[in-house]
């Protein structure tokens, strides 16, 4: 159950299940965030936050890191320092680089997405082959391709360490970057029992969030080899990244990452039982992914409310759901949800069902 502060103190009235973004910071984070040594980080001379980059880029095998305030900024750094304007972006329809941030690959980059079907929340050799034009006079460039893991828009898929491989393999090949959004790419190699580094070392570069699953407050993380970051730190200044004492929020992210990663499979246990508990209500059907992270899509189409109708007497219940379509929810699973709050979730959705009759 979500904790909210009114008068400086907690309210735990509200199952919150919108998104995972909705974590709040441990007590250990905040103690953290108190007492960091900061400095400017302009000026390269915030101890915490370069022990946050160093902490960062050992975790997933690259060379360096950058401290960015955001996914969305993170992935903006990569696209600028991997192409030029009016270069072309490979990337999925479905994608959150393409969806959901903006539009920043064309009103900041000036570049030409290409678009790929990623509905089954991954991106194929064959069809980064398909989508490559050659070169021609009437054509942009193709400079990256984009991947993401897990797959927001297919309810947290998973994309295996083969599959990456192969991928960066026919990339490479053409002399191409690929790039990963890997918001929740910790969720990804939680589920699959593996190293995270088996799933970022094939890629040129990796975001990944610290401010969702993981509980930071905020921030998210850019890594690749020492020349891009050298490169990526100067789009990071031009977006107006440039922050100052930031090692207090830092200091955060280091907890996260030292503390926070290996209790996400308590989350992905959560959402298996949470699904199967909607699974036994008519109407309503849990899409499948293949492998359960934090993320469920939920069809409600069964119970004859939209979406929106459905998540509106959710909330008076005490539950709140994030409409997604017409007749789909989303449901994300985090720190802040217990054995308790799943059991009342199903609950709420067989009373809304029953009264939709």
Do not use: W
Request: include cysteine; glycine fraction near 10%; charge should be neutral.
């Amino acid at each position: 159950m979500q904790d909210y502060f009114i008068n400086g103190q907690p309210v735990k009235t509200i199952v919150d299940l919108r998104s995972d973004t909705f974590t709040q910071p441990t007590n250990k984070m905040r103690e953290a965030m108190a007492n960091a040594p900061v400095g400017d980080d302009v000026f390269g001379e915030d101890p915490t936050v370069k022990r946050l980059e160093k902490l960062a880029a050992e975790r997933v095998g690259k060379e360096a890191a950058l401290f960015v305030v955001s996914g969305t900024m993170g992935n903006l750094v990569a696209t600028l320092t991997h192409t030029r304007p009016g270069d072309e972006v490979i990337l999925g329809a479905n994608s959150h680089i393409y969806g959901h941030e903006v539009g920043g690959l064309a009103r900041i980059g000036g570049l030409m997405p290409r678009l790929v079907d990623d509905g089954e929340g991954n991106i194929q050799p064959a069809q980064v082959l398909t989508a490559l034009r050659g070169e021609d006079i009437h054509y942009p460039p193709t400079r990256l391709v984009c991947i993401e893991n897990t797959h927001n828009m297919s309810g947290g898929r998973v994309t295996e360490a083969a599959q990456i491989r192969a991928l960066a393999a026919a990339v490479h090949e053409r002399g191409l970057k690929l790039h990963m959004d890997g918001a929740r790419i910790f969720n990804a190699a939680v589920a699959l029992g593996i190293p995270v580094t088996e799933l970022t070392e094939p890629v040129d570069s990796v975001m990944f969030c610290l401010s969702k699953g993981l509980s930071a407050p905020v921030g998210s993380i850019l890594a690749g080899d020492a020349e891009f970051i050298a490169r990526a730190r100067k789009f990071r200044k031009i977006l107006g990244g440039g922050m100052r004492q930031a090692g207090v929020i830092a200091a955060a992210g280091i907890i996260a990452l030292e503390e926070m990663i290996d209790r996400l499979s308590e989350d992905h246990a959560r959402a298996e039982r949470l699904a199967a508990g909607l699974a036994l209500i008519p109407g309503v059907e849990v899409i499948a992914s293949n492998y359960q992270t934090n993320i469920l899509l939920i069809d409600i189409g069964g119970t004859g409310l939209t979406a929106s109708q459905f998540a509106g007497k959710l909330d008076q219940a005490g539950i709140r759901a994030l409409p997604r379509s017409k007749t789909t929810l989303r449901a994300v699973v985090h720190r802040h949800i217990d054995d308790e709050d799943i059991q009342k979730t199903i609950a709420a959705f067989g009373h809304v069902r029953g009264k939709a009759r």
